[in-house]
Every structure is written in structure tokens, then in C-alpha cells.
């Protein structure tokens, strides 16, 4: 085994990766496998060097951290000759971060976003750098892609109807297949158009502030309109008036599984026209995980990152447009329709327990709109069948499956009973938005006083990771708070039946699923440093536990 030749915490000279200068480093480790030596420069940017890549630091060298030469005594024709040199040093160090886009922690820009009520903004021009075609393909490949195309719908149906039944055991498996007549309706069809056209037309209004997202693949920042609650208030206002005006949301129960049937054929159509469109989208505007060359994989995966009519986003508007606030219409709808089939002059404490609870989740996303364009499936994901269906038909008619239950199963719970249930709900609710929040505020600014005390680990992309705060307890607390507000939503329901603990479940077996694909893209991406990260916080969603 080769002796190594610089110790752990030495401060030596280490060349700069395709350059020949030279900068103060110190070691921080050793691999005996690689025989690369970790070191770390003062900006806080760390790489792996070869030892023969490094000096002893009072060696002659030809510069210093600072780019001077080691010269204590030169000539004044000298003098001009260095000063060049150091000019070109400096561009040559730049030449180099913007290469393998090192980013020093202390060259980092600080600065807050600028926001502007009246900002036009348009769809930037992509750069030079190009999306790889997809190697690794999720979800058992393009056997499995194919599957989950007609598993995600199968599920929907079979939960809706399982909640129609007298009794809904899973030991009534299968529940009876309904008629053609009672799955599709043209009238039903066209009210979902109107619901889906409306939300445009109030993602359309100029009213909102401006912003930009984080950097995508391409190095671009997209623009978003950030009026998602005042589309909410709108929609309020309007079903209020529709109230007034004695519509039946009836309607809506009494048609609910033909409203999910348009939802799906709606989504259908709509990923078709998207990989379609993406065909004729350049390799800049494709996703790093839809662009495997499989038509059914890239279908559901979905080519294009960010797709744009003009300035509408298609796949940013579906995220919290349609299918969110149409989630809190339902809910109100089976309120209203559980005091009309239970003949209450009131709505059940457990009603409104699940009505209360998921609308202050809503309003809460909807308010805090601008931590969406941090999250995997703005930066990541490419707009595909699985979002579009995610977004269109599991949010709305899944999420609102406890409410769906009780019209036809009530649960009557007692006043401490509820009281335990809403410190829950509130208990994850505080963890969830505290954690958001703590991350997106240290991402627009670091030196705020909230979060300058936060302890990080520098990375060599120029981010820093957090190690201390929410995400020094376990690497996802929101996903922490997520489960735990999923389970308060399913406790009002009982536990005669598992049907309404669907959703608890299914998001457990998601997270967990999408924290390792997090897992994946962090170690990609952060290298040792994420390895760092994830010594020190050793957890992963839940504390002590997994």
C-alpha cells in the first residue's frame, strides 16, 4: 500500500482541477482505496486531488491562494510580466468555476429576488447545455410504466366505488362493475371543461407578484405568476353566489364517479397532446428522467420539463390550480350532501373535522405558493401522464375520499377525542410549515437573522446543505409533518373500515419512495459532501426510527 504523503488537517498547495495553478487547501481526508487525497480550499469548495496534484505548502510554486506569485524580490520589468500573469490567473480560475460550476460559498450572490406587481415576464432562451438521454428508468421500467398507465385509474375506480357500497370491506372485492350509462355522461364532461377553463382564465389575471424559480438543468429561471389565492378567492366567491342562487352541489356527489371518468379521459388526452408536443421541443427543454426514447415509459414520465403555451405553464398551473381547489369544492359538496342523505340539521363533527383540516392544508399551499417552485416535481419531473393524472384526478377524488365516506358511513366521535385529533393535525401541520419555510428562507437569504444561526455543510455546486434547525432532526421533516397530518385526516372517519386510511398509506409508501429517489439525485449531486450531510443527520423522515 503507498505511503501517503500529507496528513489529515495539513494546509498544503493543491492544483486547481485543469489548470496549472496552485491555492492553499487542507486536507480533510484520505481514501486508501482511490489514493485521492479530500481537501478543501478557502472558499469553503471542496474536491478530490491526486498527490500529485499537491505541494508542500512552502515549496516553490508558481502562485498563492491569492493568485501573487511566491516572489519577494523583482524587477520592475517583472513586476509588469507578473501582473499579467495574475490577470490571466484570475481568468483562468473563472474560465474554470463557470467549467465545472464551482461556486465559491464568498462569491456567492446574496441578494433577495425582486418582486414586481406589474412585471411582464417572458419565457427566457435556453443555453447551450443539453438534456442526457434517461439510463435510469423508475417504476419497473417499461414493463412497469406501461402497468402503473392502467393501474393509477384502476385504483381511483375501485376505491370511489368500494365507498358506494353498504359495506365497504375489502372483503368484498370486487365491488359490482357499474353500466356504461352511470360512468360517462356528456353534460358531466362539459362541466369539468367549464371548471378547468375557469381556473385558467384566473391563472391568466394580472394580479400577483412575479418571481422567478430556481435554476433548471439549462441554467435558466422560468417566471411564475404568483396568484394561486386569489384564484382561490375568486372560486369561493363564485360557489358562494352559485349557493345563493340555490345550485345543488348535489350534483356533484350524485355524479362523482363520472366526473372522475372525465377527469381521467380529459388526462388522457391531454398527456398525448403534451408528448406530442414535446416531439418538436429542443433537447434543452426535456427532462433528465422522461427522455429514455420508450414512447409508454417517456408517456408516463413525460418528455417536456416545463411546458409553455406563451407565458401559460401548463404543468405549474396543474399543481395547485384544478385539482387543489377542486378538492375543498368537493369536500363541500359531501358536507352538504351528508346533511341531506343523514337528514342533520347540522354537519357531523367528523365532517367537519376532515372538511376544516384539509382546507387549512389547501389555503396553506395556496399561500405560501412560491415553495412549490423548489420542490422535485417543478425542477425535476418532466409533465407526463403521471403528474397529469396526479394532478387532475388522484388529488381531487382521492384526497377527498374520507369525506366521500362518511356521506354514506358516518362516524360520530366525542368532544376529546376531537380535541386529540386537531392537536395532531395541528402538530403536523407546524412541523411541515415550519420546516418549508426554514428551508426557503435560508435559500432567498442566508444572513437573515432567522436562519443565519442554522449550522450548513458547504458544497462543491456552491449550496449549502443544513445540518442543524428542522432538517438536523431528520433529512425530511415535511415529510415528517405530511404523514402526520394524513393521519389526522383518517381518524375522524373510525376504524370500522381501512378504506378512508387509503390516503395515510398510500402517502407513507410515496414518500418513502420519493425520499429515495431524493437520496439518489442529492448523492449525484453533492458528492462527498452529501455523504457528510447524511452522517450527521443519520435519520430520514422519521426520528429514531427509519
Not at 352559485?242 to 350534483?251: A, G, I, M, P, R
Not at 387543489?324 to 343523514?342: F, H, Y
Not at 417552485?373 to 394532478?391: A, K, N, R, Y
Not at 407546524?430 to 437573515?448: E, G, M, T
Request: aromatic content about 14%.
Amino acid at each position: 500500500m503507498p505511503r501517503r504523503k500529507f496528513a489529515d488537517e495539513e494546509v498544503v498547495m493543491g492544483r486547481w482541477p485543469g489548470s496549472v495553478l496552485y491555492y492553499e487547501v487542507q486536507v480533510t481526508s484520505y481514501d486508501d482505496r482511490t489514493h485521492l487525497y479530500t481537501v478543501k480550499y478557502k472558499d469553503g469548495t471542496e474536491l478530490q486531488l491526486k498527490e500529485s496534484d499537491m505541494r508542500k505548502l512552502h515549496e516553490n510554486n508558481t502562485n498563492r491562494y491569492n493568485g501573487e506569485p511566491d516572489i519577494t524580490e523583482v524587477n520592475s520589468s517583472s513586476q509588469s510580466i507578473l501582473e499579467r500573469q495574475r490577470i490571466e490567473s484570475e481568468r483562468a480560475r473563472e474560465r474554470i468555476l463557470e467549467r465545472y460550476s464551482l461556486h465559491p460559498r464568498k462569491e456567492e450572490k446574496r441578494t433577495e429576488e425582486k418582486y414586481s406587481e406589474e412585471r411582464i415576464f417572458e419565457t427566457p432562451k435556453t443555453v447551450g447545455k443539453v438534456c442526457l438521454k434517461t439510463k435510469e428508468l423508475e417504476f419497473g421500467g417499461k414493463i412497469g410504466a406501461f402497468f402503473m398507465i392502467f393501474l393509477l385509474p384502476g385504483t381511483v375506480f375501485y376505491l370511489l366505488l368500494m365507498c358506494t357500497q353498504k359495506d365497504p370491506s375489502v372483503m368484498n372485492f370486487p365491488p359490482p362493475f357499474p353500466t356504461f350509462e352511470s360512468l360517462w355522461e356528456t353534460r358531466v364532461f362539459g362541466v369539468f371543461l367549464l371548471w378547468f377553463f375557469l381556473q385558467a382564465l384566473f391563472y391568466l389575471l394580472p394580479i400577483g407578484k412575479v418571481v422567478e424559480g430556481t435554476p433548471l438543468l439549462n441554467g435558466i429561471k422560468l417566471g411564475y405568476r404568483l396568484n394561486g389565492f386569489y384564484a382561490f378567492i375568486l372560486t369561493a366567491a363564485a360557489v358562494g353566489i352559485s349557493l345563493y342562487f340555490e345550485v345543488e352541489l348535489y350534483y356533484l356527489y350524485d355524479h362523482f364517479l363520472q366526473f372522475a371518468v372525465s377527469a381521467t379521459v380529459f388526462s388522457v388526452v391531454f398527456s398525448i397532446y403534451l408528448y406530442a408536443r414535446s416531439l418538436k421541443a429542443s433537447e434543452q427543454e426535456l427532462s433528465a428522467g422522461g427522455n429514455s426514447g420508450n414512447i409508454i415509459y417517456d408517456f408516463l414520465m413525460g418528455r417536456e420539463l416545463n411546458p409553455r403555451i406563451g407565458n401559460f405553464d401548463l404543468k405549474y398551473f396543474c399543481e395547485l390550480r384544478p385539482g387543489l381547489i377542486g378538492w375543498v369544492v368537493i369536500n363541500l359538496a359531501m358536507l352538504l350532501t351528508e346533511m341531506k342523505v343523514q337528514h342533520l340539521n347540522l354537519p357531523s363533527l367528523s365532517m367537519i373535522l376532515v372538511n376544516s383540516f384539509q382546507l387549512l392544508y389547501v389555503v396553506d399551499g395556496l399561500w405560501n405558493e412560491e415553495a412549490i417552485l423548489t420542490t422535485m416535481d417543478i425542477i425535476h419531473e418532466g409533465f407526463g401522464f403521471m403528474l397529469v393524472f396526479g394532478d387532475l384526478v388522484w388529488v381531487p377524488f382521492l384526497y377527498s375520499l374520507q369525506a366521500f365516506y362518511l356521506v354514506n358511513h358516518p362516524n360520530e366521535i366525542s368532544w376529546p377525542i376531537a380535541s386529540a385529533i386537531v392537536a395532531l393535525n395541528i402538530l403536523g401541520h407546524f412541523i411541515f410549515r415550519s420546516s418549508n419555510s426554514q428551508k426557503n428562507l435560508f435559500r432567498r437569504n442566508p444572513k437573515d437573522s432567522k436562519v443565519a444561526h442554522l449550522k450548513v455543510i458547504p458544497t462543491a455546486t456552491g449550496k449549502n446543505l443544513l445540518v442543524s434547525g428542522w432538517w438536523g432532526l431528520v433529512r425530511h421533516p415535511n415529510y415528517l409533518g405530511d404523514l402526520i397530518m394524513a393521519l389526522a385526516w383518517s381518524l375522524p372517519c373510525g376504524f370500522n373500515h381501512i378504506l378512508p386510511y387509503f390516503y395515510v398509506i398510500y402517502f407513507t409508501v410515496l414518500l418513502i419512495h420519493r425520499e429515495a429517489r431524493d437520496e439518489h439525485l442529492c448523492k449525484k449531486k453533492y458528492g462527498l459532501a452529501w455523504e457528510k450531510y447524511c452522517h450527521r443527520v443519520p435519520y430520514r423522515i422519521f426520528p429514531y426510527i427509519y
